[in-house]
């Protein structure tokens, strides 16, 4: 059975939906589907404690285990996204070379977009050729806290 629970963040309010073995959703409130109870679990737990440890720079790679529903391209893609180390960014043609699509940055760009895992799979930390922050599904505000939050604690360790 999946539970939701809400967790308060520098950035906004994150809706995490879980299972007993894995984060299934990280999304942000507004994007959270109503219909799963609300409760917590031992996954839930542990991510309340990785999130605030991210938050509060001592957590530069989450272990929380997580499912990823979507394509085996978007899955691809996904997994490409968790090897940019913490406090970098790749653009995403540069993630479309990872995964061998060369010429699918679009398509990787619209992977990233579907990404229902924020943060823990960390699509922030793609950004456009020309350097600018380019989309990010809840606002380019979040994004930038984000890739700034991360930069301040890789120089600061």
């Given amino acids: 059975m999946q539970i939701k629970a809400n967790i308060n963040t520098p950035i906004g309010t994150l809706t995490a939906i879980a299972d007993d073995q894995s984060l299934c959703k990280?999304?942000?409130?507004?994007?959270?589907?109503?219909?799963?109870?609300?409760?917590?679990?031992?996954?839930?737990?542990?991510?309340?404690?990785?999130?605030?440890?991210?938050?509060?720079?001592?957590?530069?790679?989450?272990?929380?285990?997580?499912?990823?529903?979507?394509?085996?391209?978007?899955?691809?893609?996904?997994?490409?996204?968790q090897k940019i180390p913490f406090g970098e960014t790749i653009s995403y043609k540069q993630q479309a070379e990872i995964i061998g699509k060369l010429k699918s940055f679009r398509a990787v760009a619209n992977a990233n977009g579907r990404n229902q895992i924020m943060i823990i799979i960390p699509c922030h930390r793609v950004i456009k050729n020309d350097f600018s922050l380019g989309g990010y599904v809840v606002g380019i505000d979040k994004k930038q806290f984000l890739i700034e939050h991360e930069k301040h604690y890789k120089s600061n360790l």
Avoid: H, M, V
């Fill in 26 to 81: 990280l999304l942000f409130i507004e994007q959270c589907p109503a219909k799963i109870e609300f409760g917590e679990n031992q996954i839930i737990l542990r991510l309340k404690q990785e999130l605030d440890d991210y938050f509060n720079g001592k957590l530069r790679k989450f272990t929380i285990p997580i499912k990823q529903n979507g394509s085996e391209f978007e899955i691809l893609a996904w997994n490409s996204l």
